[in-house]
């Protein structure tokens, strides 16, 4: 399974884009990059995902690299409910369903 | 609202005891998963079911026994558990090949 590597934490102001990296040097051409965050003591949420082209939802927007070995979640306009974990995964297919191995994560602070 | 129920919220229980975590879900989705996340550690997969059958066991103790009697429903029975399995244990689903899982709000347990 391709690992991913993100920050332990990061802050951003409010009102200002909070632009999260993370490292997938190993992915394979057919895995996508799936992003979740977690705020404290809830489940995790979906945000958005990708193959290879940039994209773009209603929450946020997914930078992919031209090698695909790194991505960047951007949350244009951060808010203070944006405060959480948030998870970079790499998608493994199984049988019908999905293999979602989560890492530590990358704990953003918004700060007012 | 994620359209994934978890009961009870809460569960105490002793070493001994015999409990059930129940999960439902009202999105049709034919995949649903157990996950435990144990404090300040990554969330785990535990289990994956796909179509009713289990797809993957990640070496998790006989203790925990899932059951899928359908697609929209997904239990985890405990029995005989050790305090190291306090944890809040998520359910989530999810339609076949996409990775877009829906998760619940957890059950938060305490083993005594």
């Known amino acids: 399974d391709a690992k991913t590597t993100q920050p332990t934490s990061m802050d951003c102001a409010e009102g200002r884009a909070a632009n999260l990296p993370c490292n997938h040097s190993?992915?394979?051409?057919?895995?996508?990059v799936y992003w979740y965050r977690q705020i404290h003591s809830q489940g995790p949420q979906y945000i958005i995902h990708g193959l290879k082209n940039n994209e773009t939802n209603e929450m946020a927007s997914l930078i992919i690299t031209e090698d695909r070995k790194s991505s960047t979640l951007i949350l244009p306009h951060a808010t203070l409910r944006d405060t959480a974990v948030y998870y970079c995964i790499v998608r493994v297919a199984i049988q019908g369903a999905q293999k979602l191995v989560f890492g530590q994560g990358t704990r953003l602070t918004i700060n007012p | 609202e994620t359209g994934v129920t978890q009961t009870p919220r809460h569960l105490v229980m002793g070493m001994t005891n015999k409990k059930s975590l129940k999960c439902e879900q009202h999105?049709?989705?034919?995949?649903m998963y157990w996950y435990k996340q144990s404090a300040k550690k990554p969330l785990e997969l535990m289990f994956v079911y796909s179509l009713e059958e289990r797809v993957e066991n990640n070496s998790v103790p006989s203790r925990f026994s899932p059951e899928c009697p359908n697609s929209s429903h997904l239990f985890l029975h405990l029995h005989t558990l050790q305090p190291e399995d306090s944890a809040l244990y998520l359910c989530a689903s999810s339609q076949g090949a996409s990775g877009k899982l829906f998760f619940g709000s957890g059950t938060q347990l305490s083993v005594l």
């Open positions: 999105l049709g989705h034919n995949a």
């Open positions: 190993t992915i394979s051409g057919n895995e996508y």
